[in-house]
Structures are given as C-alpha cells and as structure tokens.
C-alpha cells in the first residue's frame, strides 16, 4: 500500500520540524547546547509530586483512574480561580470560565478547530511560536505577521495593517490576534504596558478576540510584574492560555484556557472531539499540590537559577560578543529564552554547519518566520547548561560567528 496516496491535505503538509532534525546533534559527547526550549528538571518538585501520587492514587483512585469530563477537575479550576485572585486582581471567574487541555499546545489546536477556516486571518508575532504555528498551520489559515521590537510588538504595524484590512473590506476574515506578552518564545522580549493597552484598543476598534499565551508570566527574574491582557480587557475580550509545563512540570501536560463562558463552551465541545479529557490523574495531583504547597514559594529557586543563569550568558556575550559590529542581543527579565541578531547578510541557518563542527547548538531563526525565510537571528535558551559550559559555548559560537563572517567576507 502506497500511503502517500491516501493522505489528506493535511496529511500531506505535515513536514518533520527542523528543530528536532538540528537538535539530533546535540546530544554528542562535549557538545554544548543552547538549543533545547526546555525547564530544567532538578527544578521538578519531585518528592513533593510522588508523595501526592501515591496518596491519590490509593484514596482518589475511583476519580483519579477514571474518565474525567472534558471541562476538567473541578478542585483543580478552583485552585486556578484562588490563585488568578491572588497572583493578579483577576476576580468574578467561576469554573465555568475555566477549561483544562492536555498543556497549551491543545488549547492552541483547539483555537485554531474553533476560530479558523481557510479564508481565515490570523494577527501573529514574527518572529511566531513554533507550537503556534504548526496548531494554526492544520486550518490552512493566512498569517499577518507584526514584527517583535524590544518592547514587544509593533504596535504601529498593527495599527497600519488592520487599517488596511479594513479598508479591502477584510477585516471580517480576521479571526483573532495571537499574542505571548511575557518573555516571548523566541524572542524573550516582554509586551510593554503601554502596548498592552494600545492592542486592546486596536482589538476593540476593529471588534477582534486577543489570544494571550502565557507560559512564562510567573517566571519573572527582574523588572515590575505587567498586568495580563486578560485582565486589563477582561474574557469578553480575551482568552488566556496559562500552562504548568515551565512552572511546575511539563510532564504533568495541563494546560488551561481561561475565556467567556461562552467561548469556553465552545472549547469543550471542540475537546470532545479531540480527547474526550485530559487525565484525571495528573490533573487532581496538581490540584493536591497546590492546596498543600505555595507555588510562589516554590519557584523561586527555580526564578534564581535562570537569573543566574542568564546573568551568565549576559555577562559572556558581553565579552565574546561585544567587538562583533552591529550583533545584538535581546537581555529577558524572566523566561528561558533570549534572542541574539547578528549583523545583516548572516544567515544562522548556513552557519550552523560551522556550528556543528564547534559543537555549539543553537536554533536558526528561519523556523520562526511565518514564511520560512532566512534569517540573521537565532534563539539560545540559557537554563540547561551549567554556567562554566555557558560561557565555553558563547565562547565557541564567537569563533563560529567569526569564521563565517570571514568566509562570506561579512566581517
Ligand atoms: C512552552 C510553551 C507553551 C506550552 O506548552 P505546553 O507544554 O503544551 O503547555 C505554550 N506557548 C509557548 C509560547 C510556549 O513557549
């Protein structure tokens, strides 16, 4: 049987992402990596968690091992509830504004089942979530893409683009604006307040849904905390996507989707379809935990590790980087990313061969353009490595950078 026949469109889109085929390198022996998009798991409360495991699954076992409804565990919706009060300001929710996924990335695939058709415009970030990109990418929709300044997107583009679409009588087919406002993945830049605002009121102008990712809000190591869109423009406007995968562990895959309760309903009817629920087992563990423990407390070893961390890394590329014209980098108040532009005519993609040879790994830009161009960019991720292999690694990406600047007669 020849498959290949067989598939749908979407089956034959479906492509092997390059991130894993680069990443495959990276594993060899004094190889050093700044490519993984991963929390470190020593910060995984581990005792804690397989305490509560097997507590639940002795008493708990006939709610834990069963079917759970697409909504969710309600016990673990109230802790989100208690802690969204107390963490934000956010009230007047109730588990009907609450639905937990299988992590962000189902509440991303659902977001694009329930809001995307072919004909359908998408407002995203360039450079754009991978996971993001592949969810909406199985809908066919088309992407306008605003670009990430240092404070987080160009508002001025924004405004200029949905003008645009306005007046060519689209503005209809645009669906929603994608947003992660907090130490974005790539680019580890954080949405100023003053966008925040002015996004809202672009979205309210032309009468469009905010979708907020924000995997990383809690993990702030510097900087004042910024109020969430969702809860300056509230879940008439705004749907929020929160996950425990870099807080707590991604492991567990809970992410929740907090929203109206009419757009909520629409996302459980969606997950029907998808998986029927989540499990009930990592999802009430979760639950436990946060009744027992103080989740602000607990990630704050983990906050004083990245910052250490990416001190580090600051600290490195300021040596090794800082005679290298016109390279620049982004420094993250939180997160695990940041997001280093070397100057014009690299291409971070051609230079990773280079990179292989050194044993430096890092993610070339190009992945993250909407439209898979070249880019001079790349994403290096400063929470794995310890902080000796840190700075060997910028070290080894300087001579990397040099000699391909050098053989393309850029430097
Ligand atoms: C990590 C991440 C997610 C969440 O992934 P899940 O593990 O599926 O919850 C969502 N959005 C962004 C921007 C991320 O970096």
Redesign the pocket.
Known sequence: MDFETKYSKLGNSLQSSLIRELLKYASVPNAISFGG?VPDPETFPRKELSQIASEIIEKEYAYVLQYSTTEGDPELANQIIAMLERIYGISNLSENNIMFTT????A?ELAGKIFLDEESIAIVEDPF?L??ASAFKMRFPKFVTIPLEDDGMNVDVLEKELKSLDEKGLIKKVKFIYV?PNFH?PAGVTLSYEKRKRIIELAERYDLPIIE?D??GLLRFEGEPLDPIFKMAGPERVIL?N?F??ILA?GL?I?VVIGSEQVVRKFVLAKQGTDLCSSALTQRLAARYFERYDILQQITPTIKLYKSKKDTMMQAFEEYFGDIKGIKWVKPEGGLFTWVTLPEGFDTMEMFEIAKQKLVFYIPGQPFTPDNKVSPSMRMSFCLPPHEKIVEGVKRLRDTILEYGKTKGLI
């Open positions: 998009g992590g962000s990335q189902e991303l979530y996971g993001a992660i993945n990712d995997p990383y996507l996950t995968s870099k991604p895959r992410g």
